[in-house]
């Protein structure tokens, strides 16, 4: 999967696989705060962004199909439009 990176397979033991561990920060590292409330969010249709990336740092590559879409802009800034499919 291109957007979780690279990832390796290993062959264990059902009890190690099942043993208790740290989760894994996957999602924790990708998640982002909005500043204000997203008033009524599961009844938008269409949430428009923009991200400012730290000291101005090249944002990563966003994933765009035919509900999110992403424009970057100069110094670290990429403007995200996210839109709801129909049902």
């Keep these: 999967?291109?957007?979780l990176g690279?990832?390796?397979?290993v062959r264990t033991t059902?009890?190690?696989?099942?043993?208790?561990?740290?989760?894994a920060e996957l999602l924790?590292?990708?998640l982002v705060a909005p500043e204000g409330?997203?008033?009524r969010p599961r009844e938008a249709k269409r949430i428009s962004s923009r991200i400012a990336f730290k000291?101005?740092?090249k944002p990563p590559a966003f994933p765009s199909d035919a509900r999110q879409s992403?424009?970057?802009?100069a110094a670290g800034i990429?403007?995200?439009?996210i839109i709801k499919p129909a049902p």
């Design 28 to 30: 924790a590292q990708t």
């Design 6 to 9: 690279e990832m390796e397979a």
């Design 70 to 73: 992403v424009k970057l802009g």
């Design 55 to 57: 000291g101005g740092a």
């Design 1 to 3: 999967m291109p957007l």
């Design 14 to 23: 059902k009890e190690r696989a099942l043993a208790p561990s740290e989760p």
């Design 78 to 81: 990429a403007a995200l439009d």
């Design 37 to 39: 409330k997203i008033e």
